[in-house]
């Protein structure tokens, strides 16, 4: 017995399709909602795995035993011999400067004397004359090479995992005639190119230079220098690219 009359029976089916179709489609969405969180759970996840597979990288790099021999703490730092072989530090500052307050720095600086020698922290320098000397001596901190005379370059951009730079091993090699004075100190680089890429934005890697070289040594950021990895013209320097 149909109390809707005929038209009810003929539409019925529809209207069961309709609602069929509609619990279908809210239920489907439920599932992409779900799926969307889940896919967004992973992604963080792995977003939060890469951060720290990279500070692994970089922790592994600046503590393991990948530095070349020739570059080792041990053998570049060695307090026996002068810091970067003797040259002298003074006369980038006095003899290389020019009148405008500038400073001519294609000049490439000479080796001082045995005679003519200070200790700082340990660590020899040796001086053209007594007058550089006892400049020195007055301010050891206003002409010491910066970050141990290393190539600057390479202390302030040349991080893991490319390169291998790190506490222990401390490069590459400081050049004495590539240099620049910026901020009244003095800064070494292996190759010129090396320079040119940091006189593109000295301020910043400098500060760049200073927070790894501090974040190495602290309180003893004064207290290591490179005394048998340094090269003592440009000629030698072009020769081992």
Same mark, same amino acid.
């Given at each position: 017995?149909?109390?809707?009359?005929?038209?009810?029976?003929?539409?019925?089916?529809?209207?069961?399709?309709?609602?069929?179709?509609?619990? @279908?489609?809210?239920?489907?969405?439920?599932?992409? $909602?779900?799926?969307?969180?889940?896919?967004?759970?992973?992604?963080?996840?792995?977003?939060?795995? #890469?951060?720290?597979?990279?500070?692994?990288?970089?922790?592994? &790099?600046?503590?393991?035993?990948?530095?070349?021999?020739?570059?080792? $703490? +041990?053998? &570049?730092?060695?307090?026996?011999?002068?810091?970067?072989?003797?040259?002298?530090?003074?006369?980038?500052?006095?003899?290389? #400067?020019?009148?405008?307050?500038?400073?001519?720095? =294609?000049?490439?600086?000479?080796? @001082?004397?045995?005679?003519?020698?200070?200790?700082?922290?340990?660590?020899?320098?040796?001086?053209?004359?007594?007058?550089?000397?006892?400049?020195? /001596?007055?301010?050891?901190?206003?002409?010491?090479?910066?970050?141990?005379?290393?190539?600057?370059?390479?202390? +302030?951009?040349?991080? &893991?995992?490319?390169?291998?730079? +790190?506490?222990?091993?401390?490069?590459? =090699?400081?050049?004495?005639?590539?240099?620049?004075? $910026?901020?009244? !100190?003095?800064?070494?680089?292996?190759?010129?190119? +090396?320079?040119?890429?940091?006189?593109?934005?000295?301020?910043?890697?400098?500060?760049?230079? /200073?927070? !790894?070289?501090?974040?190495?040594?602290? /309180?003893?950021?004064?207290?290591?220098?490179?005394? !048998? &990895?340094?090269?003592?013209?440009?000629?030698?320097?072009?020769?081992?690219?």
């Amino acid at each position: 017995y149909n109390m809707f009359g005929k038209g009810f029976s003929i539409i019925a089916p529809v209207i069961c399709a309709i609602v069929l179709l509609v619990f @279908g489609i809210v239920n489907i969405s439920n599932k992409n $909602q779900d799926t969307t969180i889940v896919v967004d759970t992973l992604s963080d996840e792995n977003t939060k795995t #890469k951060e720290t597979n990279k500070k692994a990288i970089a922790f592994a &790099c600046e503590t393991t035993s990948s530095c070349p021999d020739f570059v080792s $703490q +041990a053998t &570049c730092a060695s307090a026996e011999e002068p810091v970067l072989g003797g040259v002298d530090f003074v006369q980038y500052f006095t003899d290389f #400067k020019l009148p405008d307050g500038t400073y001519n720095e =294609s000049n490439i600086g000479l080796l @001082g004397s045995n005679e003519y020698q200070s200790v700082y922290n340990g660590y020899k320098f040796n001086f053209l004359t007594q007058t550089n000397k006892e400049i020195f /001596d007055q301010s050891p901190i206003s002409y010491i090479p910066q970050w141990g005379g290393f190539c600057s370059w390479g202390i +302030a951009a040349e991080t &893991c995992p490319n390169f291998p730079w +790190a506490k222990d091993c401390l490069g590459p =090699s400081g050049n004495w005639g590539h240099w620049t004075i $910026q901020q009244g !100190r003095l800064f070494f680089f292996l190759f010129n190119t +090396a320079k040119g890429k940091f006189m593109e934005d000295p301020d910043t890697y400098i500060a760049q230079g /200073d927070e !790894r070289w501090s974040g190495w040594y602290g /309180d003893e950021k004064y207290s290591y220098f490179s005394t !048998r &990895c340094y090269v003592s013209s440009v000629t030698s320097a072009e020769s081992i690219k």
